[in-house]
């Protein structure tokens, strides 16, 4: 079942950590916002730097992702991987 998360306190400075974070996983964000499919995950994201929002639409894992994660796990990475970064789930 697809995840839709949004965060707040997202500071550009998180943001561009978090991409390089995500990067290690094979997963790429090219800009603020757009879609991604990779190695099994997907999902579209949208990131506001000037209301410091990130919102995750239709977060899905895949084969062969899905070996070592599903949503609901990755759900929890996502969670405590922003707030380290500073950033508040709102979900």
């Known amino acids: ?14 943001f561009d950590q978090l991409k390089n974070k995500l990067q290690t996983y094979g997963i790429k964000l090219e800009a ?7 190695k099994g995950v997907s999902g579209r994201y ?5 209301a410091e929002t990130l919102k995750l639409d239709e977060l899905t894992v ?4 899905s070996m070592m994660v599903n949503e609901d796990s990755l ?17």
């Open 1 to 14: 079942m697809a995840k839709n998360l949004y965060y707040e306190g997202i500071k550009p400075e998180a």
């Open 32 to 38: 603020n916002n757009g879609s991604f499919s990779e």
């Open 46 to 50: 949208d990131y506001n730097p000037d």
């Open 62 to 65: 895949g084969f062969p992702a």
């Open 75 to 91: 759900q929890a990475r996502m969670d405590e991987l922003m707030v380290q970064h500073g950033g508040r789930p709102q979900h």
